[in-house]
T-cell receptor, first 114, second 111 residues
Framework: GAGVSQSPSNKVTEKGKDVELRCDPISGHTALYWYRQRLGQGLEFLIYFQGNSAPDKSGLPSDRFSAERTGESVSTLTIQRTQQEDSAVYLC????????????FGPGTRLTVL | GENVEQHPSTLSVQEGDSAVIKCTYSDSASNYFPWYKQELGKGPQLIIDIRSNVGEKKDQRIAVTLNKTAKHFSLHITETQPEDSAVYFCAASILIGDMRFGAGTRLTVKP
């Protein structure tokens, strides 16, 4: 079956602009995660959605970052007034709601803020 | 919360040799320990995982061991090949929605 998909694969924007990144999770996966990965670094948790529960936003670095999810499908991560330090790969992952936390990752969106 | 430490940060081996990457975790309630391989320009791919009710799991050339008492787990790759070159991440999880990743190990296999 199809895996997690993300779009766009690359995004170049100017400082101060807003950007939207999209994630399509694996069908049937109710849990969805966003991570940030700076060049050569590990995975930094941003936000987690589980079904209709309130999302866990504890990893969002500032109020310029927000995310939404439509039901148990598509999610968008929005970064407002982008800064150069926002440049990174943004990864989305999904997992089933029951059992162990097996997360499956998308290919990521590489964001470059000029 | 959970804290995962991973060593070494870089590892270089000759083709055919074995590679071992070690991780420690802090929360004894963690019950799921996956390993991810990330190739350049791609998202992390799950390569093997182990659950807290077993001590060892093997899949062809890769194996993972878990020591719950010491709270550490390791990835073993035998007969390494150049295509094993990548960044490897360990992680520990207690519940759905709570996954902590190690900082990663860059493995280079020299032909």
């Amino acid at each position: 079956g199809a895996g997690v998909s993300q779009s766009p694969s690359n995004k170049v924007t100017e400082k101060g602009k807003d950007v939207e990144l999209r994630c399509d999770p694996i069908s049937g996966h109710t849990a969805l995660y966003w991570y940030r990965q700076r060049l050569g670094q590990g995975l930094e948790f941003l936000i987690y959605f589980q079904g209709n529960s309130a999302p866990d936003k504890s990893g969002l670095p500032s109020d310029r970052f927000s995310a939404e999810r439509t039901g148990e499908s598509v999610s968008t991560l929005t970064i407002q007034r982008t800064q150069q330090e926002d440049s990174a790969v943004y990864l989305c992952a999904s997992s089933a709601s029951s059992g162990y936390n097996e997360q499956f990752f998308g290919p990521g969106t590489r964001l470059t803020v000029l | 919360g959970e804290n995962v430490e991973q060593h070494p940060s870089t590892l270089s081996v000759q083709e055919g040799d074995s590679a071992v990457i070690k991780c420690t975790y802090s929360d004894s309630a963690s019950n799921y320990f996956p390993w991810y391989k990330q190739e350049l320009g791609k998202g992390p791919q799950l390569i093997i995982d182990i659950r807290s009710n077993v001590g060892e799991k093997k899949d062809q050339r890769i194996a993972v061991t878990l020591n719950k008492t010491a709270k550490h787990f390791s990835l073993h790759i035998t007969e390494t090949q150049p295509e094993d070159s990548a960044v490897y991440f360990c992680a520990a999880s207690i519940l759905i929605g709570d996954m902590r990743f190690g900082a990663g190990t860059r493995l280079t296999v020299k032909p």
